[in-house]
């Protein structure tokens, strides 16, 4: 099993500025990539960013290219979203989730093994 657990979410004004981490326990060798969510109220959950956990190749949503980085820091098991240029539609609450088996599209839910508990982040105008 693997632990995910998110921080950094918060209240910013548009234009701002937020990091989220999620920092990952248990059995982190079986890691193979990373990803965060969003989820506004009421819409379905949608792919934000992925990282490939050895490579280190990224993938981001069309919406948030350019304003959002995800990275890692292997030695501390960690993954970060760096969010930019926030805007009110940003609005959601952010996954994030681990991938352990190969052969998934990453830009999907189903494709992720394991989920953090979410953190709130809200954008206001």
């Known amino acids: 099993q693997v632990q995910l657990v998110e921080s950094g979410g918060g209240l910013v004004q548009a234009g701002g500025s937020l990091r989220l981490s999620c920092a990952a326990s248990g059995r982190t060798a079986s890691i193979f990539a990373m990803g965060w969510f969003r989820q506004a109220p009421g819409k379905e959950r949608n792919f934000v960013a992925a990282i490939n956990w050895s490579g280190g190749s990224t993938y981001s949503a069309d919406s948030v290219k350019g304003r959002f980085t995800i990275s890692r820091d292997n030695a501390k098991n960690t993954v970060y979203l760096q969010m930019n240029s926030l805007k009110p539609e940003d609005t959601a609450v952010y996954y994030c989730?681990?991938?352990?088996?190969?052969?998934?599209?990453?830009?999907?839910?189903?494709?992720?093994?394991?989920w953090g508990q979410g953190t709130q982040v809200t954008v206001s105008s």
């Open positions: 989730a681990a991938v352990s088996r190969r052969g998934g599209s990453w830009y999907y839910p189903s494709s992720y093994d394991y």
